[in-house]
């Protein structure tokens, strides 16, 4: 791995997302040794850092680097291959056959690839739900990819115990002990490792019990861990509550003990009022999810609501198989413009707003806000600059108005991660891009072969 | 302007969308003085093509040039100045006060910078709705503007006759014979262009009256001239309607005589069940702009009621002020995602509808379809080529689906107008872009301070 870089970051727009939201134009940050050192404007700066390297951006915009709160990496393989699908269609017909066949070079491959992207698209940290287990090994190559391009991840070790009667593939079950005890190992070898974090996820409502709850639940607070899950995605999860249970699904995991304010709950597209002031209560954070939502037809999730009642949102692009790009961009632009529409309201969901929730919000929703999401001395250096000088993104009055609104989402050209430059200037530092595309692809080849898969084509 | 080439365009996916939508994998297209002349597998075309140039794609995706049906591209220059805000507001606080300060200069740098973002996204057509004139000449502007980076285009000559009342500017008021005039001096400079045609815009509801209605029909009846029309767009035309006419806007037009094959009525967001039907018997053509409605949150238009009562539907991005950027692969998959979503259904509005809409739908939409629209002999050579080689778009188990759903939108490398090069391996070639960017960036930074309008900076 690349050693950090002492440098200053100078003149462009620093959106800080500090307390005040301080924005500094013709600003610069200093980093040194992996954090951030100095932030303000560039004359300031510079009389503090006499003979330090000085990277000019231009004119571009710096920003905390994006954070993405919810992806499943391994599905960079199956890109194209669910689309225009029911859900059930998606997941049986589709993700079930592929995690089936599912190899650990294949994961490895596919979650270089997408940290590749998310670097591109300025997105520095992202979170991981890797809940396919055909056998072990497979998190750790998830872990291993990351960990290879140089992002900062936190990856939950997903899980299943039942639903077979549903679909689910029974190699793909396991016991919440088995799991827990593979997520313990596992996060034993990433103790104190400055980019890497392991946290535990029981996958879905109809693919766990109680039981598994309270476990997690335990493990979780023993082991300080992070917990993710997929919380009320569907229509479907509010009747296998309501017919399972008898009472909604934010309800059962109160009464699990499941709920607090280290649970990041995915999607949330169909929580009810009484829900978001449940999962209020317990400080719960939530992860919006805007164009896998509208892909795969969930709903529109209630987030003005839900930040209106207190909740702390991030947002995500969620896995390649449900948002066939990574690109952070996008899902910025996609996440104000739903709301919007949906509210028919055009201030429903702001620029502000969206930044905000890829940014120090993010940090927020999965309990890192100590350490990244904003550009302040003492936080880690996670930097994003980005340029605009393509005609998409200009001309430009506003340069988070051209990030959220106008960009093409190649506007990043250098991002850093703990001190260390992993895109110089539109190259990745870390990989060698080309040949990890070319691997990429031919890992996507052969394992839509060995699950003999193919793509919908509706257009053809 | 460069000459036609003739050449043979190789070794990609073929995705004619002609009336078999056949798809040719490793087929080959051969253009000959603006036309294209043969259709098929690349062996085929090769053996009819002896000593011509070959030019290789790689393995890319080779389809008819898209066609944007509606953008205002004046706009350009107010990029990010109307940001979250309502539409009214918009209207009034943002574009009005823009376009009493806007000059030929000025629009005919936003058109040239917008035919630019159209040609980079592999967009060859598109129709500009240019209903601003404080005075006369910026119509011409515009033309000019597209004419010089080579795009294919109808600009439609909008006019406004009323409205003050409401906000709208004096000096943007003319009579619809004044209008219609300049409109027909227009026409008559471009008769038998190839590339350049005019036709007539009435705003929208509340800015013009009944009669202009009916001497919009009368000109284009006898001049054979598209009509484009704001239909419906937000719940004011539906209130405004109800208030001034008892009926709703559609059953107006009818009124009018103004319904025909030849009005591309835009938005249609507010238009109900037997407002369809109306809309159908007249085989009126819609234009659906899903990025704008979602942006003004002005409401999901109901595009699949509308292809099942038989309308033909093409795709656009709105003006620049509408939808921060002009790309039109953002376009697609934007147009699918807003359908599945609002109709809970994945299948709604599928990758081949979209591509469908941005081609041969596109081109019936404007009354082009026996020119343009998709690939097979005889007709114009409008070609766009897209090659898959960045990790947003990769690894690709479908082509189409890798345009519609992954692209990051800076897939196209080679676009062809009228069998002209206007795009070659990732270089503009009929202007200096970065110069023209320059230029653009100055006349936006002019309009903005003479109009005394700032962004929104929601972000601040």
């Known amino acids: 791995m690349l050693d950090p870089i002492q440098a200053v970051i100078?003149?462009?727009t620093v959106v800080t997302m500090d307390a005040n939201r301080r924005v500094i134009d013709d600003g610069a940050v200093?980093?040194?040794?992996?954090?951030?050192?100095?932030?303000?404007?560039r004359d300031e700066v510079a009389a503090l850092t006499d003979g330090w390297i000085t990277m000019d951006v231009g004119g571009g915009l710096i920003t905390p680097g994006l954070i993405n709160t919810h992806t499943h990496?391994?599905?960079?393989?199956?890109?194209?291959?669910?689309?225009?699908?029911?859900?059930?269609?998606?997941?049986?017909?589709?993700?079930?056959?592929?995690?089936?066949?599912?190899t650990a070079p294949d994961c490895e491959v596919a979650a270089m690839h997408g940290a590749v992207e998310a670097i591109r698209s300025g997105c520095t940290t992202l979170v991981d739900f890797m809940y396919v287990h055909p056998h072990r090994g497979l998190t750790d190559a998830v872990v291993s990819g990351l960990d290879r391009v140089g992002v900062r991840a936190i990856v939950t070790r997903g899980f299943m115990t039942r639903g077979t009667e549903l679909g689910v593939p029974a190699p793909l079950i396991e016991t919440a002990d088995?799991?827990?005890a593979d997520c313990a190992r596992l996060a034993a070898m990433h103790m104190g490792d400055s980019r890497i974090q392991i946290g535990i996820a029981p996958t879905l409502l109809w693919m766990i019990g109680e039981e598994d709850l309270r476990a997690t639940r335990a493990y979780a607070s023993q082991s300080d861990s992070l917990?993710?899950?997929?919380?009320?995605?569907?229509?479907?999860?509010?009747?296998?509550?309501?017919?399972?249970?008898?009472m909604s699904e934010s309800a059962?995991?109160?009464?699990?003990?499941?709920?607090?304010?280290?649970?990041l709950a995915v999607h949330c597209t169909k929580v009810s009022p009484r829900d978001i002031d449940l999962l209020a209560n317990y400080d719960v954070k939530v992860s919006?999810?805007?164009?896998?939502?509208?892909?795969?037809?969930?709903?529109?999730?209630p987030i003005p609501a839900m930040r209106s009642a207190g909740l702390t949102v991030g947002l995500a692009s969620d896995g390649p198989a449900s948002n066939n790009n990574q690109n952070m961009i996008h899902v910025l632009k996609a996440g104000a413009l739903l709301q919007k529409v949906a509210a028919q309201d055009p201030m429903a969901?702001?620029?502000?707003?969206?930044?905000?929730?890829?940014?120090?919000?993010?940090?927020?929703?999965?309990?890192?806000?100590?350490?990244?999401?904003?550009?302040e001395p003492g936080k880690r250096a996670d930097l994003a600059i980005f340029r605009f000088t393509n005609p998409f993104a200009t001309p430009v009055h506003d340069p988070v108005s051209a990030l959220v609104y106008a960009s093409s989402g190649s506007e990043a050209t250098t991002v850093i991660v703990d001190g260390r430059l992993v895109m110089k200037e539109g190259e990745v530092t870390t990989v060698d891009e080309e040949a990890l595309l070319r691997s990429s692809a031919a890992a996507a080849l052969g394992l839509a072969s060995r699950a003999g898969l193919r793509p919908s084509a509706t257009w053809r």
Do not use: C
């Not at 391994?74 to 699908?85: A, E, M, P, S, V």
């Not at 059962?252 to 649970?263: I, M, N, P, S, V």
């Not at 969901?349 to 100590?370: C, H, K, N, R, S």
């Open 10 to 12: 100078s003149g462009g």
């Open 30 to 41: 200093s980093i040194d040794d992996g954090a951030i050192v100095h932030v303000g404007r």
């Open 73 to 102: 990496l391994f599905q960079t393989l199956l890109k194209g291959l669910g689309d225009d699908r029911s859900l059930n269609r998606w997941l049986l017909e589709m993700t079930a056959p592929a995690a089936a066949q599912l």
């Open 178 to 180: 088995e799991a827990i």
């Open 227 to 246: 917990i993710t899950y997929h919380l009320a995605e569907t229509d479907f999860e509010v009747a296998y509550a309501a017919e399972h249970y008898r």
């Open 252 to 263: 059962l995991l109160e009464r699990a003990g499941f709920l607090g304010a280290d649970l």
């Open 288 to 301: 919006y999810n805007p164009i896998s939502n509208m892909y795969l037809a969930a709903g529109v999730p």
């Open 349 to 375: 969901l702001t620029a502000g707003d969206v930044l905000e929730m890829a940014t120090i919000g993010g940090a927020q929703a999965i309990g890192m806000a100590d350490r990244i999401g904003s550009i």
